[in-house]
């Protein structure tokens, strides 16, 4: 059976449960009138699954009609036989529940309310539809619990989830539910370097009234083939403008899903260093850095305090919501923090003379304990660290959980440990500290788009080896990453009988797909071929796109850089790029194809989507460097090519115009409108460059005088 994730025991038994004809519904929910609300969620949740195959939905009462099938949901399930059994054989856990399904009707029932929602997701992926038009489940009993006791995403504050609308977060916490997963972090506060429009990338996703001077306004330019115009948007965060972290909160509570805030520092920070320079990192001289805080100074601790309180009064404590992760990774001297001179090395470490009288580790720990005590003291009973900082430089000492014992914290910290490549990370063990694993299962929407399986998969074995208690993953939201987050709350929950990850990635297709064995899983073997090796995509493929560009003085050059590497193809990187694209182009026939056999179309089209963007992208670079050819030999030789030359150069450019347009345009009508203008935005600087060499090659073919540009444009990339 295909369920994700895969429950611990599951025993199939012959003979089949008719819950609806084509004509009429067979079956009723039998509810406790004083039922918990997410045990009531859960009925909700079976009657629509049902519902949605096509009969009435069928009623939720307190005891079953004479004739009806019974669905006995939560304290009604106790009774039935076999429950009390079947629960007894599950693991302490507050998601632990059992799920029967006999000649007698369905009864599903959790150690707590929790449970039991958790068993109501299983029993919607077990419903099938028949070719008669009949909804059948087939007998089984199902004994479930995670392995994980914390499992989720952590989304982190960045483009995308900066234009994610209320309804946006709900149903992003709807479908975690239907994964099982029961954390979702939220990134409200974190910087980056100089990137677009030579200005710092800052993201702040909470209002502070107090404080009207932080805040992140954002500028995207960006191609519309839609509308067939370039679109310039100009926002604040729609979480910060309409202040509806605490109704986020709020939702998640009522589908078993805790909300996490994230706020970043000391390092990722330049925002409140700039508005605030007293807090700020010194150098030698006195002056503010634009980046990292003075951490022996009082008022450091005052303004941060007061930020994390607010956030806490206003949002967490109304709630219930004892959880803050306080961030601290990649503390690290960095370039593109300083506007006026972005590729100044800066250091975020302080050089004021209380600062020099310790050392960094020394400031840091100091800073750590600081600042757990007092998100103690506010109630946080659970405060996240990232651990790369502390690790890298020695701090995870003996000395360090001695440091935490004595304030008061040592039980209430949680070290998450993370890497999103090659060697995933493992562990340090012996601290005695709570720990959490956090791979990557998609963050660049706007690049290419990855297989992160082989980083989830060992991230979790190897801290559940450990102890770990927790997994989330470091993301930003997008659909198409549905099978890098199937992975997470697969390992996350059963560790035990999943089988390997290509046993995972078998059943997966399969449910995807609609279909089985060669059929299902041909497209996701061409696909892995290419987005299945994080060096290839991450550096070799993502070179072709605009983002990687903006970290550097070579921001203003892309993306004839691009094109002159390709010219010269000293590397024979032509060669991968086309392989790819004959991959991808395979897997796109074929996910294509299995359109109407998939229980999820709209999932296919992201599949489709993100063949199509990389094949796109070559074709696009094909098209320019043979435009550019067909310009050369046209200058070369006026007197027989000259004219001619330049207008067939003129229509080669602007096919490949066109071919980005269609792309484009493909995704316009596939991706979330939250994750379009960021996606959008670094394709509309290839799409500005090939109209660029389509209308200096047109101007040269209707005059002499034009022809200066096109050979000043040819010039940086020949």
């Excluded at 629509?48 to 009435?56: H, I, K, S, V």
């Excluded at 024979?572 to 796109?588: E, I, M």
């Excluded at 098209?623 to 310009?631: A, M, Q, R, S």
Aim: one cysteine or more; aromatic letters at 10%; a negative charge.
């Amino acid at each position: 059976m295909l369920v994700f994730p895969q429950p611990q025991l599951l025993e199939q038994r012959d003979g089949t449960l008719t819950l609806a004809t084509s004509k009429a519904t067979q079956c009723q929910i039998i509810l406790a009138p004083d039922a918990d609300p997410i045990e009531r969620l859960a009925a909700d949740l079976v009657a629509d699954a049902l519902a949605a195959r096509g009969t009435a939905r069928p009623s939720i009462g307190a005891s079953a009609t004479e004739g009806m099938i019974p669905i006995s949901i939560g304290e009604t399930a106790t009774k039935i036989k076999g429950m009390a059994t079947a629960l007894a054989e599950a693991s302490d856990s507050s998601d632990a529940h059992a799920l029967i399904v006999g000649e007698n009707g369905i009864a599903l029932q959790g150690r707590t309310a929790q449970g039991t929602f958790y068993a109501a997701q299983t029993l919607t992926q077990l419903l099938d539809t028949e070719d008669t038009g009949d909804t059948v489940c087939g007998y089984v009993q199902v004994v479930d619990w995670p392995d994980y006791q914390h499992r989720g995403l952590y989304i982190e504050s960045k483009w995308g989830p900066d234009l994610m609308e209320l309804q946006d977060w709900k149903d992003l916490i709807d479908y975690m539910a239907g994964l099982k997963f029961n954390s979702l972090g939220i990134g409200v506060y974190c910087c980056w370097g100089v990137q677009y429009d030579g200005k710092r990338t800052e993201f702040l996703m909470v209002p502070f009234p107090e404080h009207p001077e932080l805040q992140t306004p954002k500028t995207i330019q960006y191609y519309s083939p839609a509308s067939g115009e370039w679109k310039g948007l100009n926002y604040l965060p729609r979480m910060f403008t309409e202040d509806f972290f605490g109704e986020v909160i709020e939702y998640g509570k009522s589908r078993a899903v805790t909300v996490r805030p994230h706020f970043n520092g000391p390092g990722h920070t330049t925002l409140i260093p700039c508005t605030h320079p007293e807090i700020a990192a010194k150098d030698a001289s006195g002056t503010p850095r634009p980046y990292g805080y003075c951490l022996s100074s009082p008022q450091t601790y005052e303004l941060l305090f007061e930020l994390w309180d607010s956030i806490i009064d206003r949002y967490l404590a109304p709630n219930g919501i004892d959880w803050f992760h306080m961030g601290l990774d990649e503390i690290w001297t960095a370039r593109g923090v300083d506007q006026k001179d972005p590729e100044r090395r800066v250091s975020p470490w302080c050089e004021c003379p209380d600062c020099q009288e310790h050392t960094s580790n020394e400031l840091l720990v100091n800073y750590v304990v600081k600042a757990t005590q007092h998100l103690a003291e506010k109630g946080i009973n659970n405060i996240c660290i990232w651990n790369d900082h502390l690790a890298r430089h020695g701090i995870l000492t003996e000395d360090f959980v001695r440091r935490l014992e004595e304030a008061g914290v040592r039980d209430k910290v949680v070290l998450q440990w993370w890497r999103y490549d090659e060697p995933v990370l493992e562990i340090t063990p012996g601290l005695g500290l709570r720990a959490w694993t956090t791979p990557m299962p998609g963050y660049y929407f706007w690049l290419f788009t990855q297989s992160y399986t082989s980083n989830i998969y060992p991230h979790l074995h190897l801290a559940h080896r450990a102890g770990a208690e927790g997994a989330d993953a470091y993301c930003v939201f997008d659909p198409a990453f549905d099978r890098n987050y199937t992975c997470l709350a697969e390992y996350a929950w059963n560790q035990t009988s999943t089988g390997d990850l290509y046993q995972f990635k078998s059943r997966y297709a399969q449910k995807v797909t609609g279909r089985s064995g060669f059929d299902a899983a041909e497209p996701f073997e061409k696909w892995d071929q290419v987005y299945d090796s994080m060096p290839l995509v991450g550096s070799t493929l993502d070179i072709l796109l605009y983002y990687w560009h903006t970290y550097s003085s070579a921001r203003n050059e892309y993306p004839a850089n691009v094109v002159k590497a390709l010219a010269n193809d000293q590397m024979r990187s032509r060669v991968t790029y086309r392989k790819a694209r004959t991959h991808l182009s395979r897997a796109q026939v074929l996910f294509a194809a299995c359109r109407n056999t998939a229980p999820n179309p709209e999932l296919i089209d992201e599949y489709v989507f993100e063949c199509e963007r990389l094949i796109a992208v070559v074709d696009v670079y094909d098209i320019i460097l043979k435009g550019i050819d067909e310009t050369q030999m046209a200058l070369a030789d006026p007197a027989s090519a000259g004219k001619q030359g330049l207008e067939n150069a003129a229509v080669t450019f602007s096919e490949a115009v066109d071919r980005l347009d269609t792309m484009m345009a493909q995704a316009e009508a596939v991706k979330k409108p939250y994750l379009l203008p960021q996606l959008l935005r670094d394709l509309s600087q290839l799409r500005a460059y090939a109209n660029e060499l389509n209308a200096a090659a047109s101007e040269a073919a209707s005059s002499q005088q034009s022809v200066e540009g096109l050979q000043q444009l040819l010039a940086e990339v020949v």
